[in-house]
């Protein structure tokens, strides 16, 4: 149990344009979903919180109109990045909470999307 | 005060040895901390976790020592294999409320055969 994919995990991109990742919790419900930003060699950078039905809440410095995060339901969170720039590029990971019977904050990461902007 | 400081940047350790990896942290609200295994490319994978009511948690050939006056805990790999090879983070988090992982900064574990 406690499967969380990602789509796509990779994708290249032209500057200017958007890009939308989606993160699907497989096999539980989950009741949170978070978003990363991971640079090479880095540690995992927090960019927002999201849970179903509810406005995301963004960390500080995180530009909440350029990455827009949707999360329509207990199993699927989407990220857009909109208007992309090389500086974007990056390895976005998402992760879900909420798995019945373990604590409520344990997160199960996805296998991460690597984001190209040319 | 949300920081968590983890130690060494990278480490390598010869196969059959013990690897250890330490964190510090500086909030006494976190009440869950969290090992998290990273190979390239992948998102990480949760290894072993502890609550701060216990003082060692083992699974495996992992075991997570916690010192909570010290405000410290630590990753044993005992029998390191190659296949550890991996980025390691440590975490704490709050069991209530937003839930937020802070993450150390990583250990970049190399197991010599």
């Known amino acids: 149990g406690a499967v969380v994919s990602q789509h796509p995990s990779w994708v290249i991109c032209k500057s200017g344009t958007s890009v939308k990742i989606e993160c699907r919790s497989l096999?539980?419900?989950?009741?949170?979903m978070f978003w990363y930003r991971q640079f090479p060699k880095q540690s995992l950078m927090l960019m927002a919180t999201?849970?179903?039905?509810?406005?995301?809440?963004?960390e500080q410095g995180v530009e909440k109109d350029k990455f827009l995060i949707n999360h329509a339901s207990l199993t699927l969170s989407t990220l857009t990045v909109t208007s992309a720039h090389p500086e974007d590029s990056s390895f976005y990971i998402c992760?879900?909470?909420?798995?019945?019977?373990?604590?409520?904050?344990?997160?199960?990461f996805g296998p991460g999307t690597r984001l190209t902007v040319l | 005060q949300q920081q968590v400081k983890q130690s060494p940047q990278s480490l390598i350790v010869q196969k059959g040895g013990i690897s250890i990896i330490n964190c510090a942290y500086e909030n006494t609200a976190f009440d869950y901390f969290p090992w998290y295994q990273q190979f390239p490319g992948k998102g990480p994978a949760l290894l072993i976790a502890i609550r701060p009511d216990v003082s060692e948690k083992k699974e495996g050939r992992f075991t997570i020592s916690f010192n909570k006056s010290a405000k410290q805990f630590s990753l044993h790999i005992m029998d390191s294999q190659p296949g550890d090879s991996a980025t390691y983070f440590c975490?704490?988090?709050?069991?209530?409320?937003?839930?937020?992982?802070?993450f150390g900064q990583g250990t970049r574990l190399t197991i010599n055969p």
């Open positions: 096999d539980f419900q989950a009741t949170t």
């Open positions: 992760s879900a909470a909420g798995l019945a019977g373990r604590p409520y904050n344990e997160q199960f």
């Open positions: 999201s849970n179903e039905g509810s406005k995301a809440t963004y």
């Open positions: 975490a704490a988090s709050r069991i209530q409320g937003a839930q937020k992982l802070v």
